[in-house]
C-alpha cells in the first residue's frame, strides 16, 4: 500500500504543496537547481520548508526501468522523523499539474 507523504501542485521552476505525516504538517517547495553543473551529482530539485526555508532534501530525475517514464526520487532528512525516500508522480486520476509524493520504503 503506497502512503501519500505530500500533495503538490506543478509550478514554473518546481512544485508547491504541503507534506503530511502523522504528526508533521508543513508547507514545501521543490525547487529546480538552477546552479547544477551539467554531469554534476548534484540533485536536480532542492526541498525546501517554505515556513522557516530550510532545506529539508533533494530530489533527482530518474527514468523507470519498467515503463521508461520520467520520475523524481527524493531525499528527506528532519530530525522529526529522520531520513524518508519518496517518489513524486502524477496524482492517480488526477489534472494534469496535481502531483504526489509517494514514500517508497524500499530504498535504503
Not at 8 to 30: D, M, W
Amino acid at each position: 500500500m503506497a502512503s501519500t507523504l505530500a500533495t503538490l501542485s506543478r509550478t514554473e521552476n518546481g512544485f508547491r504543496g504541503t507534506l503530511s505525516t502523522l504528526t508533521i504538517k508543513a508547507p514545501i517547495a521543490v525547487l529546480e537547481n538552477r546552479t547544477k553543473k551539467d554531469g554534476s551529482d548534484e540533485p536536480d530539485f532542492r526541498v525546501i520548508a517554505t515556513k522557516n526555508g530550510f532545506e529539508v532534501g533533494a530530489a533527482w530525475t530518474r527514468t523507470s526501468k519498467t515503463s521508461g517514464k520520467d520520475y523524481i526520487s527524493v531525499s528527506l532528512t528532519a530530525p522529526e522523523f529522520g531520513k524518508i525516500f519518496a517518489n513524486i508522480a502524477q496524482a492517480p486520476g488526477g489534472k494534469e499539474d496535481e502531483y504526489v509524493m509517494i514514500w517508497n520504503p524500499g530504498e535504503n
